[in-house]
Structures are given as C-alpha cells and as structure tokens.
C-alpha cells in the first residue's frame, strides 16, 4: 500500500512537472509582449522595453520558467503584470467562491443524481423508469450557460427570490448563500443528469448481479439486498465517474460564474486572459490541472477502500 | 406429507414463450431428487421458480406448493422467511454468487442474523463453525477473507454453508460442481451428501452428471425442452431407462465415467439442443430421436404407474411400430 502511495504521489508530481511546461511554453509563445499590452499601442519601443526588463519577460523563456517553477515551489505566484498586486491573495479569495459554489453544484449534482439513476434502475423497463431515464437525457442536452439564463428569468426575474448576479461576501452568509444557489443549480443540475446515467448503468448492473440473487436466496428483500450487497459494489465505477464530474465542475465554473457575475477564481481567469495577464492565467491553469490530478489520486485511493480485490493487487 | 410440489410450472419469456412448459414435481421430506437434462432444458429455472427469484422479465405460472401453503399465492413478505430459511439454494458459479466486497464470514453469518435475530458478534461466531462444518482450513481465518482469496472449491463450500446455515427443509442445488475443477467437484459432493444427511433435510439437486445422481439420489426428474420427459426410482432409471433421452444421456455419460472407448470417438447424442423456441412441436426431442416416427408430432403425456412415468409413445421397453426391438 504504501510503495503504491509512492507511484501513484510520483505520478501525479511527474505530471504536474509535464502540465507546468506544456502551460507554459502555450502562453510563452504567444504573439504580443505583456509590456506593449499594458502600454497600449501608443508606448514608445523604449518605455516597452524598460517595461519589459522591470517584469522579467526580456530574459530567455528557460529563465523565466525557471524562475516561475521556482516560486511555485515556494508557494509564490508572483505579481500580475497589470495591477502589480500579488497574485496568491487575489486567487485565495476567489477561491472562497468558487470552492463553495463547486461543492454545493456537487451536492446539488448527487442530490438529483441518487434518486433519478435509482429509480430508472428499480422502474428498468416500465413507464416510470423510461420517464426517469428521459428526464436525465434533457438535463444532459441543456447547454449550462442556456439552463443558467433560464434559471435567471425565472428565480430572478419573474419570482425574485435569488439574486441573479453578484457576491455580497462572505461577511453576511445568508446573502453569499442565496447567490450562489442559482449558480450551483445550474451547474448539478447538468452534472447530476450525467451522473444520473452511470447511478441507473450501475445499479442496473448490481440488480442483475448472481451475488444479489444469492442475497435474496438468504432471505432479503430486493430493497434489501440492493442495500447491503449492492451499494458499495455500486460505488466502485460511480467514484470514478464523480471523480471526472467534479474536474468538470470546475471547468463548468468558469462559464456559470460569467454567466452570474460571481468573483470566482473563472471570472479572474477571464479577466487575466482579457489583459493578457500572463502570469495570473499561468497559476490559475496549474492550480486547476493540480487539483484535478490530486482529485485523480484520491479516485484511485477510494477503489483501495471499495474493492478488496484492487487491494490485493496494489500489494503485489 | 410432500414436502414441496411443483404443479403445472410454467415459465415464460416476454414474447409468451414457454421455456418451462407444465413441469410437475414432487420432493418428499427428506428425500434426494435429481434433476438431470443438458443445458437449455429448463432445469435452472424450475428451480429458480422455486425460490421466487427468476429475473423480473419472466412470468412463472402455476403452483408451487411448500406443505400446504402455496407459494406462488403467498406474500412476498413470506416468501423472503421461507428463503434462506426452510427452502435454501446453492448456485452454479460460487465467484458469481458470492459478494466480492463483503468478507466471507459476514456472508455466512447474514442468514442467521436475518432469520434467526442473531447479533454481528453471535453471527460471526455461528459462521465459523458453519466454515468449520464445511471442512474449510482454518475457519476463522477463512471468515475475515474475501471470496477472490478462496479456490472455486472454497468458494462452494461457503455456499453450502450459507445453504445449510439456518437447518433448511430442502436445499436447492444448481449443478453445484460444474464450475469446479474435476479433482475437487468428487470432495464437494461428498461433502453436500454429508451435510444433507446430517441435517435430514430434502435436496433437489440439478446436475448433468448421471453417476452423481446414481450414487446421491432416490428419484430421478429427467427434463427436455421445458418438460418433465421420464421420472422414476434412480435405481430404476438409471439401469433401465424408458425415455430415449434418458437413455441417450446415460449413454454419454457411461462413456465418459468409463474408460475411453477403443474407437477414440466418444457417443454423443445426435444434434444439440435447439435455442429455446426452436423446439418441434409435439414430442421436443423428436427431431433427435432414433425411435422417432409420425405419433411424435402429437405431444406424448407423462404416463406410467405411480412410481415411474415417461412421456414417450415408444419407451424403450416397447418396441416401435415397423422395426425390429432394439
């Protein structure tokens, strides 16, 4: 277990590593020097280039990534290139919008998921279960930005009961609470009717299992037996799943916190990328590719503690 | 009294049609009935009729009577105190039938935990010495484990101690050795046999291994195309078998239990056993039969004295109209 810890650790760094380079040389050879951006076309070719020489972007592309892996070794995202703030704080704080609004999407996602996958899988093959399984494929085939608009008019506009954009904060918790509900609905909403499909594909599977038979051959109801033998057994491909719907919700993020207006750590990458503030685009890109891969390994943890079987072959 | 009495079971698929069609049986307390037929004949099903457990796209109709009480009428409340209590079942593929992620033990112990109130800790240790019982090696080591940790052989006797946990009225067992290596299927057998007579409980045990039947059972159910073909004393059937298909499995099997024949080819019986629906009409193993003639377009009914009956028109013991005796 613990020689495995250490692979599965060592890839995830090794990747990382790859996702930092790849991330970096993308935006290093974009056209257009972050200096001449912020000057504007009317700066005079020596202004850029003192400009340039102060923000480091003069030096060889090798130096500058040196310097910038160096410091997020150190936990030292640099300061933007427009504003000169540092970097870290300002994505701290909208991560305390953005986390929040992520994990709500996430319950909301499981909320609809659990019950719509499990009754199209207990109502398999009558009327109720295709409604079920109907009802997913039309949360699947909303676009979230059209679900979100929606939400909008309704909740917001005809029936103002959530606020339709901005972020008080979290100094008042029932308002930040309230506005980060239409945004979290429209993101599970979509991510639970995905996830609604692999609920019904696995609990389908676990009903139709020879050891669920033996359970109700003991004596167990079919409810029952679903409950005890079938729902761990279940878990194993839904973690998975929800592992690759949680990296999604957080690229769906990006979008929804436009859409609201919301100051989440999307709204500071469209901002970054509008300016052409290279370094703060750089860290928030490496920030997500680290938090997918670390959601990744604790994917391929959970099956250790589901499945003995994988277990025993992570020892060998 | 009969113990259990299968009227009239049908069992069809969504399209209506019959893949068990009209099969009775009776298995008396205490008694050891064979269910002996190749695969696709329908014996699987009877039994899982039987338990209430066939999968929810097939209709079964008819009656299954437990005692006095007719199953198929009873609640399925009911049914779930008679499953794994008086009327237990041992599945074909133990890898299948046991939980990958749960431990042995647990799953030994759950019947009795689900039919007798046992608590975690008194089920824990009921289902060790139901391991013991069964002849695993280090039964309490065997309960913490999981199912993949076990030999196919290991895995079986964890079913049948599931089986027996709660001291059953009549154990089901389905082809409980096929998927077993041939040097361990011999000591599982014994071990079933033992165990069925320690608890005097009734076993229908479904198999297509005649020499197990010869030795395990008293009556022999033989089924073809859903139907009951020949039923009869094992002693009786397997010796002098009335029904041509009795007769052509007893053949095969005689052949393989035997040492190979001179000629290398081993008996087979002629064609193999049509896809459900594909059966003929009238007798369903006419178009395979020696003995065939026009009368097996009609389908033959299962007649004979009390004890033995086929459902042939021309049993062995009769010669067949226009040929000579066999």
Redesign the interface.
């Known amino acids: 277990m613990i020689s495995y810890l250490a692979r599965r650790v060592a890839i995830v760094l090794v990747s990382l590593f790859g996702a930092s380079v790849v991330v970096f040389a993308v935006l290093g050879i974009l056209p257009g020097s972050p200096a001449q951006v912020i000057l504007g076309t009317q700066a005079t070719p020596q202004a850029v280039r003192q400009l340039s020489a102060q923000l480091g972007t003069n030096k060889p592309l090798w130096v500058q990534y040196l310097h910038w892996a160096h410091g997020l070794l150190l936990g030292q995202l640099g300061r933007s290139y427009v504003s000169q703030q540092p970097i870290g704080p300002q994505i701290a704080r909208a991560l305390t919008v953005t986390g929040p609004l992520v994990l709500f999407a996430l319950v909301i996602g499981a909320l609809v998921a659990l019950p719509l996958g499990l009754g199209a899988a207990l109502y398999n093959?009558k009327v109720s279960g295709t409604f079920l399984g109907a009802l997913s494929q039309v949360g699947i085939a909303v676009p979230t930005f059209v679900g979100g608009i929606l939400l909008i008019i309704v909740f917001a506009v005809a029936l103002p009961v959530f606020p339709s954009s901005g972020f008080p904060g979290w100094s008042q918790p029932g308002q930040a609470l309230r506005s980060l509900v239409l945004p979290a609905i429209t993101l599970g909403l979509v991510e639970g009717a995905i996830l609604s499909r692999y609920v019904r594909a696995s609990v389908l599977d676990q009903l139709?299992?020879?050891?669920l038979?033996?359970?109700?051959?003991?004596?167990?109801?079919r409810a029952q037996a679903l409950w005890?033998?079938g729902m761990?057994?279940a878990m194993v491909p839904l973690v998975t799943v929800l592992g690759l719907e949680l990296a999604a919700l957080i690229v769906g993020a990006i979008i929804v916190e436009n859409v609201f207006s919301l100051p989440g750590v999307g709204q500071l990458l469209l901002n970054a990328v509008d300016n052409r503030d290279l370094l703060v685009v750089q860290d928030i890109v490496i920030l997500v590719a680290a938090v997918v891969l670390v959601i990744n390994l604790l994917v391929d943890l959970s099956y250790h503690l589901?499945?003995?079987?994988v277990r025993?072959e992570g020892q060998r | 009294m009969t113990l259990l009495s299968v009227r009239d079971l049908t069992v069809s698929a969504p399209g209506g049609l019959a893949l068990v069609d009209g099969v009775s049986l009776d298995i008396e307390k205490g008694e050891r009935v064979g269910l002996i037929g190749e695969s696709g004949s329908g014996k699987s099903l009877t039994a899982l009729a039987v338990m209430g457990l066939l999968g929810e796209e097939l209709k079964a109709t008819g009656h299954v009577f437990f005692g006095n009480e007719d199953l198929f009428a009873a609640s399925e409340r009911r049914r779930c105190q008679l499953r794994g209590d008086a009327i237990s079942m041992i599945f074909q593929e133990p890898m299948m039938a046991l939980n990958p992620t749960m431990r042995v033990g647990k799953q030994v112990g759950e019947t009795l935990r689900i039919h007798r109130g046992l608590g975690r800790r008194a089920a824990a240790r009921a289902a060790v010495d139901l391991l013991g019982r069964v002849e695993l090696p280090d039964p309490q080591r065997c309960a913490m484990m999981y199912p993949h940790e076990l030999s196919g052989g290991q895995r079986q006797r964890v079913m049948m101690a599931i089986a027996i946990s709660c001291d059953p009225d009549v154990v089901l067992a389905d082809e409980p050795t096929t998927a077993l290596d041939v040097t361990v299927q011999r000591r599982v057998l014994e071990l079933l046999d033992r165990l069925v007579a320690e608890e005097h409980c009734a076993l229908l045990l479904i198999t297509h291994d005649l020499a197990v039947v010869s030795e395990m059972c008293d009556r022999v159910v033989t089924m073809y195309g859903g139907r009951v073909v020949e039923v009869g004393p094992a002693a009786r059937m397997l010796t002098s078998p009335a029904h041509p298909y009795t007769e052509a499995l007893l053949e095969t099997s005689l052949a393989v239990s035997v040492d190979a024949p001179s000629d290398g080819v081993l008996p087979a019986i002629a064609g193999s056993v049509p896809a459900a629906g594909a059966f003929p009409t009238g007798c369903p193993f006419r178009d395979r039969c020696p003995r065939r003639t026009e009368a097996c377009e009609v389908t033959p009914p299962l007649a004979g004295d009390g004890t033995h009956a086929v459902a042939c028109w021309w049993p062995i013991a009769q010669p067949v109209a226009g040929t000579s005796t066999r």
């Not at chain 1, 139709?208 to 050891?211: A, E, G, K």
């Not at chain 1, 038979?213 to 109801?221: D, V």
């Open positions: 093959g139709h299992s020879d050891y038979r033996t359970a109700r051959s003991k004596g167990l109801s005890h033998h761990r057994n589901l499945d003995p079987r025993d």
